[in-house]
């Protein structure tokens, strides 16, 4: 099983950026996918969910400024970031899951993670 994640990269405060995250070993029908972050010297936290059903779950911090979608026919994941913040800046885990939820031991499957970095 494999989470390929990519579209991470350096951009200007206010700017976007669009990750991507391509699944691929398994079925992932009925699972959760969705997207951590962790910056340096702080945990990794919770961003965004989205359920087989394609309900979709944020963290507070990026509410309305990211959006997450999944693409069912490549089990391929998408995280536009939108407004981006020099406190969005971390490494970008992509994760698949069948509880779903913020908590990260709900997620049985982690990708390499993608580096987003937001100059002010």
């Known amino acids: 099983v494999q989470l390929q994640a990519s579209g991470g990269g350096l951009v200007q405060a206010g700017g976007s950026l669009r990750l991507s995250c391509a699944a691929s070993?398994?079925?992932?029908?009925?699972?959760?996918m969705g997207w951590f972050r962790q910056a340096p010297g702080k945990e990794r936290e919770f961003v965004a969910a989205i359920s087989w059903s394609g309900r979709t779950y944020y963290s507070d911090s990026v509410k309305g400024r990211f959006t997450i979608s999944r693409y069912y026919a490549n089990n391929t994941v998408y995280l536009q970031m939108n407004s981006l913040k020099p406190e969005d800046t971390a490494v970008y885990y992509c994760v698949a899951g069948v509880r779903g939820g913020s908590y990260a031991k709900n997620y049985d499957y982690w990708g390499q993670g993608t580096q987003v970095t937001v100059s002010s």
């Open positions: 070993g398994r079925t992932f029908s009925g699972y959760f």
